[in-house]
C-alpha cells in the first residue's frame, strides 16, 4: 500500500464518483479504477459497490475512510514539517548577544526576526565580542551580535545592523556635569576608567579613536571588567569613562550622570557575524532578515 493508494480512495470515497475524483486528481478515470482494485486486491476486501449512478462505500470502506484520512494529514504534516526546516521557516538557531547592546538595533533584529518565524526556536545567550569570534569558528553558535571590526580572516562574515552614540559617565559634582554636550578637550587629560582590551579589540580601539582621535591612547587610571563596574568606579571618584547610549539607559548608579557628545558624536557599530560555513537554513533566513532590516535603516 502507497500513500497514492490512499489519496485516491480518498477521492473516490468523497466523491461517490470514479470521473469526478479522477479529475479532482488530475488522472486519467481509467487508471484509477485500476488502483482502486489492486488496492481491493491487497487489503482481501471491495470496497465500493459499484452501480450505475456511481458507486457506495462498502463496510470494509466506511472503516477505512478515516484512517486513511489520518494518515494522508500524517504524512502531509511530516512533510510540511521537514520542507519547513529545510528552507528555514523552522528550526533552531542559537544567537549569542553583546553584553554592551541590551537594546535598539538588537532587540529590533531579535524581535523582528521571531515575529517574522515563529516557528524558529531562537537560543538566545551573551558574551564579550571575543567570545564569540571563538564560538562562532567552533561551530558552538550560529550567530552572534558583536562589536566590529573583528577578526574575519577567511570564515567570518559580518553585517552592520547599525550604530550607537557613545556618551561621558561622570559623577554628578564633576564640572562637566554641568554642560549639556562635552567636546573631546573636556575630557582629555582627566583620569579614565576603562576596561580590558581583550574583551573587544575592535571596540576598545574605537572608542578611543571617536572620542579622543585615532591612535590616541591616553593612559588608564582604573580598570574594571564591564560597564556597571566601570560606573561604580566613577562614583568612587577614580575617573571618568565612556559607554555606550544603550547600555547607559540600562545601567543606574548614585552619583553618576551621564552626557552626550557635541557633533560630530562619538558612534560605535554594532554588527551580525556568522560562520560562512554554516548553512543552517534558519541562519540564512536571520542573515536575510538583517540585511531587509539594515537596508531600511539606510533608507
Avoid at 561551530?139 to 571590526?149: M, S
Avoid at 554641568?178 to 572608542?207: F, I, N, Q, S, Y
Amino acid at each position: 500500500m502507497e500513500l497514492r493508494h490512499l489519496r485516491y480512495f480518498v477521492a473516490v470515497a468523497e466523491e461517490l464518483h470514479y470521473g469526478r475524483a479522477a479529475q479532482r486528481l488530475h488522472v486519467a478515470q481509467p487508471g484509477l479504477s485500476q488502483q482502486i482494485k489492486a488496492l481491493e486486491r491487497e487489503l482481501g476486501a471491495e470496497l465500493f459497490a459499484r452501480n450505475r449512478r456511481g458507486v457506495a462505500l462498502t463496510e470494509a470502506g466506511a472503516a477505512l475512510l478515516p484512517a486513511a484520512r489520518d494518515v494522508l494529514a500524517r504524512a502531509d504534516a511530516a512533510a510540511d514539517l521537514v520542507r519547513r526546516h529545510g528552507t528555514g521557516e523552522a528550526g533552531r538557531l542559537t544567537l549569542s548577544l553583546t553584553r554592551s547592546a541590551p537594546g535598539g538595533a538588537v532587540t529590533d533584529l531579535v524581535d523582528g526576526f521571531r515575529a517574522a518565524h515563529p516557528a524558529v526556536d531562537v537560543q538566545l545567550t551573551s558574551g564579550f565580542t571575543v567570545l564569540h569570534e571563538q564560538r562562532l569558528r567552533e561551530r558552538a553558535i550560529d550567530a552572534a551580535i558583536v562589536r566590529p571590526p573583528i577578526d574575519l580572516r577567511d570564515d567570518l562574515a559580518v553585517l552592520e545592523i547599525g550604530t550607537e552614540p557613545i556618551v561621558a559617565a561622570v559623577r554628578g559634582d564633576d564640572p562637566l556635569a554641568r554642560k549639556r554636550r562635552l567636546r573631546t578637550a573636556d575630557v582629555a587629560g582627566r583620569p579614565l576608567v576603562w576596561w580590558p582590551r581583550e574583551h573587544g579589540p575592535g571596540m576598545w580601539d574605537r572608542m578611543l579613536d571617536q572620542v579622543f582621535g585615532e591612535g590616541v591612547r591616553p593612559p588608564v587610571a582604573h580598570w574594571e571588567p564591564e560597564e556597571e563596574r566601570m560606573l561604580h568606579a566613577v562614583a568612587a571618584g577614580h575617573g571618568i569613562t565612556f559607554i555606550t547610549e544603550g547600555k547607559a539607559g540600562t545601567l543606574h548608579v548614585p552619583g553618576v550622570v551621564t552626557r552626550r557628545f557635541a557633533d560630530p558624536v562619538p558612534t560605535v557599530p554594532i554588527a551580525l557575524a556568522w560562520h560562512r560555513g554554516n548553512r543552517n537554513p534558519a541562519l540564512l533566513r536571520l542573515v536575510a532578515h538583517a540585511r531587509d532590516m539594515a537596508a531600511a535603516g539606510s533608507a
